[in-house]
């Protein structure tokens, strides 16, 4: 019989990595985790409850929020408020950041960059969504917190990682050692070491794009493409095309099994379309700690510069020869926000 490790367990465990740590961050962590159990209590009988669809307002990406964006936004805003160890979350569901300003909350050292629910559309039609989270240290700390501890390029952020709302519910992280799986036992009501030190295959065979887009995509996007599709058995291609239109499902899948997730440029989105602050900056954090790549289509994703809060980016993320590969088709530079 293995022994289970809970997630509390683990990150205390992994704390003597840190000589430093007097256990902030070890209980930020336990905070998500937290909110993350009771996010997947709803979206799991989200069918049962008045918490479907549409809220009737739209975020500041433009887009209809859905009752369990607005739910998992509140939930994990309270968590990280009630556990003191964050001073401010910046959310894509709100156009500002919020300062959790409690009498302890107030000097906290950590910044949090949240995407609450990613992939929200899909919850009416039982499709995995997910949480995103990315932490940061204030830059410093004299004065109040503000923009300038939220806006830090991706190469400084401290721990990041994701929850899959899906078969089974999983909180996957880094803290910058590696990548860690947790599953929830709903039977205990805790996240178990389920996949220890995850590394993605350095090549796969599985490709990840919206090809509805294909008319709106530069060539050098469509010639990728195309390179997929050919038959050649050197190189298993044609690769398999799988797109959930949830990032964290598709990117939990290739950092499983292989494969290249894109979300390029397109005449439509001509700087793409996902967030860099609270998607591709986290993702990219911990695809690179499995052993993967993350970049634009030139640079990669952690050191991009951030002009903006909201800003997007297009990504070329997933097994690293393949995001070489894609990269060698001369990618077209996005356009400065
Ligand atoms: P499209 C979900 O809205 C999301 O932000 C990501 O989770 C997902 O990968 C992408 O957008 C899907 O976008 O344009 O293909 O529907």
Redesign the pocket.
Known sequence: MTRVITLGQFIIEKQADFPYAKGELSRLLRDIGIAAKIVNREVNKAGLMDILGKAGSTNIQG?QQQKLDLYADQQFIAALKSGGECCIVASEENEHIIRLDTDVSKNAKYIVAI?PL?????IDVNVP??TIFSIYRRKSNEGSPGLKDVMQKGTEQVAAGYIIYGSSTMLVYTTGRGVNGFTLDPSIGEFCLSHPNMQIPETGTIYSI?E??YVHFPQSVKDYIKYCQVEDTQTNRPYASR????????LHRNLIKGGI?I?PVTSR?PSG???LVY?CNPMAFLIEQAGGRATNGHQRILELDIHELHQRSPIFIGSKNMVEKAESFNLIQPELQ
């Open positions: 887009e995407d990613d992939g929200s559309s899909n969504v997910g919206n509805g887009n797109y959930i239109g949830s990032m964290v499902a598709d997730f979300y989105a379309k996902l967030r998607e």
